[in-house]
């Protein structure tokens, strides 16, 4: 499973949580691609994948969140959707 | 000091949209005169021409308000700016992708017309936009949360 963050580069919410999302991303399921993507190199892609606010989360080339989850949300939403892919 | 219509003169804008500005919590006076007049300082100005270049970056006045408070707050840093500039540069670029599918779809309607002395019940275009959906996908995403 891909999981990409769309951050901005200085803001102080993102890099406060990136570790800590990431660890519970790969806590939650075994085989997670974590990207970090600074939108600024990416304007197309985020736009193309409807991101417009900052941070956020797309899974599988979804859009998930649209503001920076819990740890714990996002591990619900992983095993949901990992469930879903057995 | 300077009354609203001081206020405005210096701003270029006129009285009532300083009087909506000051009803939408963007500016105040801060001070009365003795006939009872509401009374603006300088920085009033400086306001006002924040709003009105904020507002050719396209944000709201819900957003202005926004950026006001952080330019106010201690805490804030340039960063937190950047990252609204960066998403309200986001939601720019998605309408921008939006309106250039909507004039595809139009250059579709526009072509299948070929014969524009047909009389307007078969009018290609009328019947292409009867039907339930056209061709190319012009769907706004905004942002949003999906659980």
């Not at chain 1, 998930?64 to 819990?70: A, D």
């Not at chain 2, 400086?46 to 050719?56: L, M, S, T, V, Y």
């Not at chain 2, 944000?59 to 500039?85: H, M, Q, Y």
Request: charged share 25%; hydrophobic share 40%.
């Amino acid at each position: 499973m891909k999981v990409e963050l769309f951050y901005s580069p200085g803001c102080s919410a993102c890099l406060e949580r990136q570790a800590e999302l990431r660890a519970a991303a790969q806590a939650a399921i075994g085989n997670v691609e974590w990207r970090e993507v600074n939108v600024l190199d990416s304007v197309d892609q985020a736009v193309g994948l409807g991101v417009v606010t900052l941070p956020s989360i797309v899974i599988d080339g979804e859009l998930v969140f649209t503001s920076i989850p819990t740890p714990k949300q996002l591990r619900k939403a992983l095993i949901k959707r990992n469930r879903g892919r057995a | 000091m300077f009354t609203i219509g001081k206020l405005a003169a210096l701003a270029t804008v006129s009285n009532d949209t300083l009087r909506y500005y000051e009803q939408e919590g963007l500016i105040s006076p801060t001070a009365k005169s003795a006939a009872g007049y509401r009374l603006y300082d300088q920085d009033s100005v400086r306001r006002i021409r924040f709003i009105k270049h904020a507002q050719g970056c396209g944000f709201t006045l819900a957003e202005i308000r926004e950026l006001l408070e952080l330019r106010g707050r201690d805490k804030a840093c340039c960063g937190d700016v950047r990252t609204r500039a960066i998403e309200k540069k986001l939601q720019i670029e998605n309408k921008i992708r939006a309106m250039k599918a909507m004039s595809k779809a139009l250059d579709q309607l526009i072509a299948d017309c070929a014969n524009e002395k047909q009389p307007v019940k078969e009018c290609t275009i009328i019947a292409a936009l009867e039907r339930t959906s056209l061709s190319g996908d012009t769907v706004i995403h905004e942002g949003r949360t999906v659980l």
